[in-house]
């Protein structure tokens, strides 16, 4: 079975930093792509950054583009979020999520996309 495991989440003070991680449980990474997405007390369930099988493709929601990057090691099988200038705003739960799919160009990937899912990683940021 898939089974994406997140780690990393915590309490950080804002304009701080954290690196979440999704490794592969029995499975081999490199064959799906990879999504992360965050749910905030009371609101839906967003996509923040995907990354791509084999192109490297990836996509960020506007609010995290030049804060968040995301990366893939498959000799790890782990990919990453590296969450920089954190803002209370980035308060949540997230998610890592992987699926054998592909987009294109102007399609934005959604949780519907993905089939296998993590239990989550809590992220504080908070003064």
């Known amino acids: 079975q898939v089974h994406p495991v997140e780690s990393g989440g915590g309490l950080v003070q804002p304009g701080g930093s954290l690196r979440l991680s999704c490794a592969a449980s029995g499975f081999n990474l490199a064959y799906y792509a990879v999504g992360w997405f965050r749910q905030a007390p009371g609101k839906e369930r967003e996509v923040v950054s995907c990354?791509?099988?084999?192109?490297?493709?990836?996509y960020y929601t506007d609010s995290v583009k030049g804060r968040f990057t995301i990366s893939r090691d498959n000799t790890k099988n782990t990919a990453y979020l590296q969450m920089n200038s954190l803002r209370p705003e980035d308060t949540a739960v997230y998610y890592c999520?992987?699926?054998?799919?592909?987009?294109?160009?102007?399609?934005?990937?959604?949780?519907?996309?993905?089939?296998?899912w993590g239990k989550g990683t809590q992220v504080t940021v908070v003064s």
């Open positions: 990354i791509g099988m084999y192109d490297g493709r990836t």
């Open positions: 999520a992987v699926e054998s799919l592909s987009w294109s160009d102007g399609d934005i990937p959604g949780p519907n996309d993905f089939g296998s």
